[in-house]
């Protein structure tokens, strides 16, 4: 993985080039980064820098078997950790060893991808993975042995975020003090999901989301479109480059995602005084709640953003304003106005609970109901003069 390849992050790539030349390597880092900003293959670029002995700030001067190795995710001291279920395949038990030819196939494909397209890719849409105890006993089995060619171990746990608690608490102690020359890599998309216990026991390396002159470059030299495309595109990614991926091949679940949000902002502007309605409401919650969990956290927090969007639209920051529906029948100049200083903060924090409830195992058709029920008040409630 070529430091070049990676879209921006110059800082970050500095910093940990230096720390490599200069000998001064933490022993935990945590990754943090917004979606679709390179955290993983940043950490695999890195892992490779220490590994194979490159210099100069690039991975192709070094030991070049070794580069080789990590090219295709095979060397030995080279280890991941990923959220899993199970599948037909994998029965009882899953750890990340017995998904590792999809591994590789989904970094290959997409380096970039984020947790609904592992998924995705592993047909587990409808289940939540999670890094458990199971995966935690197998990483201290790895790193208290030695390193197969007797320089560095290094560790990347993607998604730190769904390591359950037992797997969390067995791994702090090897966190804390781990065997010589053991590097743990620990990447995620929500900082604030993490353990404190952990939190502190890591250096902590922040990426920001790309701007839109780089999202726009890397379109035209990597996907060879025009400038004008690129421009409008890089605008709806919003410093996610999967996202702008997805918007170029069309494969996004933005556009269903689009579909459901209007049809449930429409259907619970009319319930209110109309109880016939709600069960449109209840339709529609059943219909969402069909979905997998992390589908449905993934579909609140589009909404999040939909409404962040129209709060924008309204008060005329048009500059900020990335979003541009697929419907065309529906026209955020006239939803924006129904979404202001009075009502934002509630909708938000509705939504918040929502996706919280969800990811606890809530009851989902209850869950959006109640969100559909208070949204056709919120709707309606006029701004504070």
Known sequence: MLFSNIID????????????????????????????????????AYAQYILCNNSDGENNTGDQ??????????????????????TDKVKRH??????????????????????????????????QGQIGVDEAEAIVKKLILKSYEGGYKVMIIWMAEKLNTAAANKLLKLIEEPPNKTILLLVTESEE???????????????????????????????????????????????????ARNILHNSTSD???????????????????NAAVIQELIAWSDAIASNGREVQKSFLNYCLQFFRQALLKNYTAD???????????????????FVHSGNIMEIT???????????????????????????TRLLHQKEAV
């Open 193 to 243: 999901q993490i353990i404190s216990t952990i939190l502190s026991r890591c250096q902590i390396v922040k990426l920001n989301p790309l701007s839109e002159n780089h999202i726009k470059e890397a379109l035209i030299a990597r996907e060879h479109i025009t400038e004008n495309e690129a421009v409008k595109i890089a605008h709806q990614a919003d410093g996610n480059w999967n996202k």
């Open 9 to 44: 992050q110059e800082t970050v790539k500095k910093q940990l080039i230096y720390s490599v030349e200069r000998n001064r390597i933490p022993h935990a880092q945590l990754f943090v980064a917004p979606k679709g900003t390179g955290a993983l293959p940043l950490a695999i």
């Open 65 to 86: 078997v070794c580069n080789t190795k990590i090219n295709n995710l095979s060397h030995p001291d080279l280890h991941f950790a990923f959220p899993v279920a199970t």
């Open 94 to 127: 899953p750890v990340s060893d017995f998904f590792l030819e999809e591994w590789r196939q989904f970094i290959n494909d997409n380096p970039y991808g984020d947790l609904l397209s592992w998924y995705a890719h592993l047909g587990i849409e409808n289940k």
């Open 349 to 375: 924090k509705e939504l918040n609970d929502a996706i919280y409830h969800i990811e606890r195992n809530g009851n989902a058709k209850i869950i959006l109901l109640d969100l559909s029920i208070k949204l």
């Open 319 to 337: 500059s900020l304003v990335f979003l541009e529906p697929y419907t065309t029948s529906f026209d955020l100049d006239k939803f924006a106005p």
């Open 255 to 273: 556009e269903q995602f689009e579909q459901w949000f209007i049809t449930w902002v429409r259907t619970a502007f009319k319930a209110k005084g």
